[in-house]
Structure formats: structure tokens, C-alpha cells
T-cell receptor, first 111, second 112 residues
Framework: GAGVSQSPSNKVTEKGKDVELRCDPI?????LYWYRQSLGQGLEFLIY????????KSGLPSDRFSAERTGGSVSTLTIQRTQQEDSAVYLC?????????FGPGTRLTVL | AQSVSQHNHHVILSEAASLELGCNYS??????LFWYVQYPGQHLQLLLK????DPLVKGIKGFEAEFIKSKFSFNLRKPSVQWSDTAEYFC??????????WGAGTKLIIKP
């Protein structure tokens, strides 16, 4: 199965802790996206990587959020000093054209 | 800024009923439109997409959608729903930076 994979599937953390979420895109897909799905806000774009270009960070909600993509493949989304409002499902998608393929998401719960 | 609105947040239908879910977008230029579905416990998957050409597009599982440029609409339809269509449906448009801009979603429940 060569779909998008994400880990962990669930993460429970305490307020104030840092978390790292991982995404493995489909092999050969040059574009990678992070979205957040939460009860109050629906689905929101966070950040977009395309090849070796500088990422589009316009959707990141605060400077506590950052992401990197190493070697044009795996991506890590880091949330520092987590807050309760960060609780959500974090979705990763990859594409090599317009259609985006989604992973199963990481459900983050901040206590 | 581009936006997408879905008018119905919850829809309950009986099996074999016809379905139409509304979607309107706010962008007057060239649009790429999508409907995604999220079945309970599963991840988002593409139902259908419109880029150009025939405004009536057919997707998987008997779904179709019609792009009406004059109404800025891209409504999803299915002539006869099944219990297995119970899911959440999202309309989306590609934004200026290739990100998806999403509607709020419609939760569809089909009563057996």
C-alpha cells in the first residue's frame, strides 16, 4: 500500500508540552500539505511544501507551529508549548498534480 | 479571499431517496472544484473533481456534480442513496497557493 501515512495515529499531551507529528507522503509526490480538522474551525490549511521551494506558511495559526520537510519526502509538524485549542486532527496530503491524497491523520488531544 | 459555503450541515434521508448537497464558492476566475468524502473512521477520499470542460462531472459510487458558473455553485447529487453513503461530505476549491479551501462539511445520515 503506497498511500500517505502519518504517525502517531493518536497523541495525548499535557498543555505546555511540545509535540511532533510525522507524515510520509506517496513516493514521487513533490507537493505536501498539512491541514487541521477541528470541531470549531472545520478543515484549515496550515502549510504547503513544493519540491525544494520555500514552504508556504500562510496558514500556520501562530509561531508555535512549524514544519519541515527533509529530502523532499518525510515531513514533521512541530507544535511547541501546546494549548488546549490545538486539539484537533492533523491531516497530511501529498500530490504530484492538482489532486491531493490524504493520510489518516493524527488525533491530538491537549489536556 | 476565496471561500466555500455548504448550506446544509446535517442531512438525514431514507434509503433510495435522492440527494443534493449545496456548495457555493466565491471566486470569479478559473476554479478547480472538488468533493471529498469522509466515511466514519476513515480518511478523506476524493469523490469527484471539476477542472474544465463538461460542467456535469461523474465520480465514484454513483455521485455526480454540476458546475454552474453563473451561480458559483457545484452541487453534489446522487439519484438514490444507500445506507453506506452515511459520511461527511466536503466541498473544496483550490486556492491561489494550491491549498484546498474547504466548506464546513455536511454530515449525511442514511436511515436503513
Amino acid at each position: 500500500g503506497a498511500g500517505v501515512s502519518q504517525s502517531p495515529s493518536n497523541k495525548v499531551t499535557e498543555k505546555g508540552k511540545d509535540v511532533e507529528l510525522r507524515c510520509d507522503p506517496i513516493s514521487g509526490h513533490t507537493a505536501l500539505y498539512w491541514y487541521r480538522q477541528s470541531l470549531g474551525q472545520g478543515l484549515e490549511f496550515l502549510i504547503y511544501f513544493q519540491g525544494n521551494s520555500a514552504p508556504d506558511k500562510s496558514g500556520l495559526p501562530s509561531d508555535r507551529f512549524s514544519a519541515e520537510r527533509t529530502g523532499g519526502s518525510v515531513s514533521t509538524l512541530t507544535i511547541q508549548r501546546t494549548q488546549q485549542e490545538d486539539s484537533a486532527v492533523y491531516l497530511c496530503a501529498s500530490s504530484r498534480g492538482v489532486e491531493q491524497f490524504f493520510g489518516p491523520g493524527t488525533r491530538l488531544t491537549v489536556l | 479571499a476565496q471561500s466555500v459555503s455548504q448550506h446544509n450541515h446535517h442531512v438525514i434521508l431514507s434509503e433510495a431517496a435522492s440527494l443534493e448537497l449545496g456548495c457555493n464558492y466565491s471566486y470569479g476566475g478559473t476554479v478547480n472544484l472538488f468533493w471529498y468524502v469522509q466515511y466514519p473512521g476513515q480518511h478523506l477520499q476524493l469523490l469527484l473533481k471539476y477542472f474544465s470542460g463538461d460542467p456535469l462531472v461523474k465520480g465514484i459510487k454513483g455521485f455526480e456534480a454540476e458546475f454552474i458558473k453563473s451561480k458559483f455553485s457545484f452541487n453534489l447529487r446522487k439519484p438514490s442513496v444507500q445506507w453506506s453513503d452515511t459520511a461527511e461530505y466536503f466541498c473544496a476549491v483550490i486556492g491561489s497557493n494550491y491549498q484546498l479551501i474547504w466548506g464546513a462539511g455536511t454530515k449525511l445520515i442514511i436511515k436503513p
